[in-house]
């Protein structure tokens, strides 16, 4: 674990990785369709990974966890994971959670994607249906607030306090199976710390995190997606 107290730090191994799982959602966004099964989703991203220098995918060795429709508001563990038996609908909600690895160094990234009357947006908040569309804005907005809150001095489960706090005031419930909100970025899943309660670790005992929260309306019937790796560099939190 690295305790840089803030310092300026940049991962550029661990970016080129991102980019690998950034550039697959770009042409998974693009490439969805109707009637598309969503094993096929799952072997675009996974096929897409590799070619783009991925060797191998560090959660559990699956590369993308694909939920379609109201699917959307599973959350299951890795070891429970199986691409469900679905075919994209004309109207539907996808999410899509992206686990690349490369020479032992992680990428996660997560959305979720829009079909609309038979084609893929590619901005997901142009949907007409008012709850995808609060859905995927609240995610946004959540990320936001996570840049202006988080500092190098606080602890996972005050970050977890103050973030899970955010998601009830914008009118929604974290859905995670674990509850937490993200989790350190290590060589080991074994060793990953969680944005969790009860876990006093400083931010910057870690080089890298996740934010990823799950979401839903308490009444909705979809969940909802977005996940980035963040750092500090000096006492300001970025997006790798």
Not at 29 to 38: A, D, E, F, K
Request: glycine share 8%; hydrophobic share 35%.
């Amino acid at each position: 674990m690295c305790n840089c107290r803030g310092k300026s730090r940049i991962s550029v191994p661990h970016r080129k990785v991102q980019a690998i799982a950034r550039e697959t959602m770009d042409v998974a966004q693009q490439s969805i369709y109707p009637g598309q099964h969503l094993t096929a989703v799952r072997d675009l991203c996974e096929e897409t990974m590799l070619s783009l220098g991925a060797d191998s995918f560090w959660y559990r060795g699956i590369g993308a966890f694909v939920f379609c429709g109201k699917d959307t508001t599973l959350s299951v563990p890795g070891k429970s994971y199986e691409t469900a038996d679905r075919t994209i609908a004309s109207d539907d909600i996808i999410t899509i959670d992206l686990s690349p690895q490369k020479d032992g160094l992680w990428g996660d990234f997560a959305r979720t994607i829009i079909v609309e009357s038979g084609k893929p947006l590619l901005d997901s908040k142009l949907t007409q249906n008012t709850e995808w569309r609060e859905g995927i804005l609240a995610e946004e907005q959540l990320h936001a607030i996570l840049i202006n809150v988080a500092r190098p001095e606080m602890t996972f489960e005050e970050l977890h306090t103050r973030m899970n706090a955010h998601v009830v005031e914008l009118g929604f419930e974290n859905i995670d199976f674990l509850g937490n909100l993200g989790h350190s970025i290590e060589r080991n899943s074994a060793d990953r710390i969680y944005i969790e309660p009860g876990n006093t670790r400083r931010l910057d005992e870690t080089e890298l995190f996740t934010f990823e929260p799950h979401i839903k309306r308490p009444d909705g019937e979809y969940g909802f997606k977005h996940e980035n790796i963040y750092q500090f560099r000096g006492s300001t939190l970025d997006a790798i």
